[in-house]
């Protein structure tokens, strides 16, 4: 006896799509997400360049209306981590935090990624206190501030958009003479008159004030042109330097205690798919951020999740034995 058909892990854009297409195809479908639904999604401004989307939509919204969509088809949200997965029998076994174990036929892998860190003094200590690596939730702290972004790519400058807004300085400052970012929105950035742009700069260090319990009070930054340092006030920084996938359960580099399943990795811990979503493991498909990808946006990320759920259908219908 299994608790779901599926068991998807995971309730960004991938994880809701491949819940909302499994639900359709008449499976039963569980859905494990310790945190809200939504992941990194859930910190997008305006999601302007999803196609059919229009007008813009905040990235709460859009969240909210996949998760009502999915469980509207028949899909069940369970607030709970996976800690372990094992897999006996042609049945996949979770162990959750709670001390329970959910069985499926097949797992849908759709953890996402969680923000990368400059891990410099001073960012660790001001999480919170003005170190941030969300603008929606944490902007409208900033109002009339001076703030500083670091970042280069697409989330530096949606994010950096956001918040020049709202902050009365917002200081962009990256590593490259030029930005990664979509030419479309490193122009938009670049034209904003309320943001300043730096190229060729690093932040060594955030500073506080006000000793334990102190908030951000200014940075050092490092001109790699010149090589010179100086201190600048700050109010906060936001930091958007890329990702780090969490796929730990399936690496053999993770918890030396959890003999649970392993999957293939890439060398930077991306799981290795095929264009069916099938990963190393029989009935263990990945989608979005988690799995190696040219391209991660939330319309990949949708895309990734209805075709995991298809094929997972399909090896579901296969294991038992049904005709397709």
Do not use: W
């Given at each position: ?108 892998f759709a953890t996402g990624a969680k923000y990368r860190t400059l891990d410099i003094p001073g ?161 263990l498909f990945a989608a979005g951020d988690a799995r190696v990808t040219p391209f991660r946006q ?27």
């Amino acid at each position: 006896m299994t608790d779901a058909d599926l068991i998807i892990i995971g309730a960004g854009p991938a994880g809701l799509s491949a819940a909302q297409y499994g639900a359709r195809s008449m499976l039963s479908v569980l859905v494990l997400e310790q945190m809200a639904s939504g992941g990194q999604a859930l910190t997008i401004d305006m999601l302007e360049n999803y196609p059919g989307l229009f007008p813009a939509k905040g990235g709460y919204e859009f969240i909210d209306d996949m998760h009502k969509q999915a469980v509207n088809f028949g899909a069940v949200f369970l607030s709970e981590g996976a800690l372990k997965i094992t897999k006996e029998n042609n049945v996949f076994n979770v162990s959750l935090g709670n001390g329970e174990i959910k069985k499926s036929h097949a797992l849908i892998f759709a953890t996402g990624a969680k923000y990368r860190t400059l891990d410099i003094p001073g960012e660790r200590d001001y999480y919170g206190r003005g170190v941030s690596y969300c603008a929606t939730c944490d902007g409208p702290f900033f109002k009339n501030k001076k703030i500083f972004v670091v970042g280069g790519g697409d989330a530096a400058c949606d994010e950096a958009q956001f918040l020049s807004r709202l902050a009365s300085q917002v200081v962009m400052i990256h590593r490259r003479e030029r930005f990664r970012a979509q030419k479309a929105l490193a122009k938009r950035v670049l034209a904003n008159p309320n943001i300043e742009v730096r190229f060729n700069t690093i932040m060594k260090e955030i500073k506080g004030s006000g000793g334990m319990g102190g908030k951000v009070s200014s940075v050092i930054l490092s001109d790699l042109s010149g090589n010179q340092d100086n201190e600048e006030s700050a109010d906060g920084v936001f930091i958007f330097t890329g990702s780090v996938p969490q796929t730990s359960l399936l690496s053999a580099a993770g918890d030396e205690n959890n003999k649970g399943i392993r999957a293939e990795l890439d060398e930077s811990g991306y799981i290795i798919t095929d264009e069916k979503m099938s990963t190393s493991i029989s009935g263990l498909f990945a989608a979005g951020d988690a799995r190696v990808t040219p391209f991660r946006q939330i319309v990949t990320a949708a895309a990734d999740g209805a075709i995991a759920a298809r094929y997972a259908s399909i090896y579901i219908d296969e294991l038992k034995g049904e005709a397709y």
